[in-house]
């Protein structure tokens, strides 16, 4: 399996413990249609990802019982998804260490707050300890390279004490929208370099 390749030459590398799987992208849309208001058609999508997500979680700890698993990592934040997905994972012992989804919608830098504590109260309803959680992709062409945008993500990451990391699927070549052309950064590139070098 190339899920074992995979795993074995990370848990060999001596960086290996900075590694975090994530063993599935995007599953609500790419690969197990988990949008669909039809619930019966939800109910078998959903059961098939889960068994899914057991196979792989549980074939990466059999070869690293260190590893960090992170998930599910939606394309976008979905409530009802959440909410099965953890009490499928505490009852199988296959909780993630890292909760992912990604904020990429137009909307989501307003209503990013009201998913984060809707996700807290979720955790508390299913009688999970509070996880750590990683926006693993957020923001819009029109935020990545302005301030003024930015500075609003990352108070609300910072605030609400979880990882972040801009989308890395923009152009080719301009640093996630940070530079306008090669080697010369721009608004947003300045804002996290000032961001990094912050103390106190």
């Known amino acids: 399996l ?17 590694f975090v799987y994530i063993p599935f992208n995007e599953p609500d849309q ?15 999508n959903r059961d098939r990802f889960f068994a899914d997500w057991r196979t792989v979680y549980r ?16 394309a976008g934040y979905h409530s009802r998804l ?32 009201a998913h984060h504590d809707d996700y807290r109260a979720l955790e508390r309803e299913a009688g999970v300890a ?18 003024g945008q930015l500075v609003q993500w990352v108070s609300m990451f910072e605030r609400n004490k979880v990882y972040a990391n801009t989308a890395y699927w923009d152009a080719a070549g301009n ?10 950064p721009n608004g947003g590139w300045w804002f996290f370099r000032w961001y990094a070098g912050l103390t106190g």
């Open 82 to 113: 959440l909410r099965d997905f953890l009490a499928f994972a505490r009852r199988e012992d296959v909780l993630p260490q890292v909760i992912t989804w990604h904020e990429l919608d137009s909307a989501s830098l307003r209503d990013f707050q």
């Open 59 to 74: 074939r990466i700890r059999a070869i690293d019982p260190g590893a960090r698993i992170a998930g599910p990592n939606e």
């Open 130 to 147: 509070p996880l750590k959680i990683n926006i693993d992709e957020y923001g819009n062409r029109r935020d990545l390279s302005v301030p």
């Open 175 to 184: 640093l996630n929208g940070h530079v306008v052309r090669s080697g010369i």
């Open 2 to 18: 190339k899920v074992d390749e995979i795993v074995k030459d990370i848990s060999a590398d001596p960086d290996g413990h900075r």
């Open 30 to 44: 790419i690969w197990y249609e988990l949008e669909t208001a039809d619930q019966t058609r939800y109910e078998a």
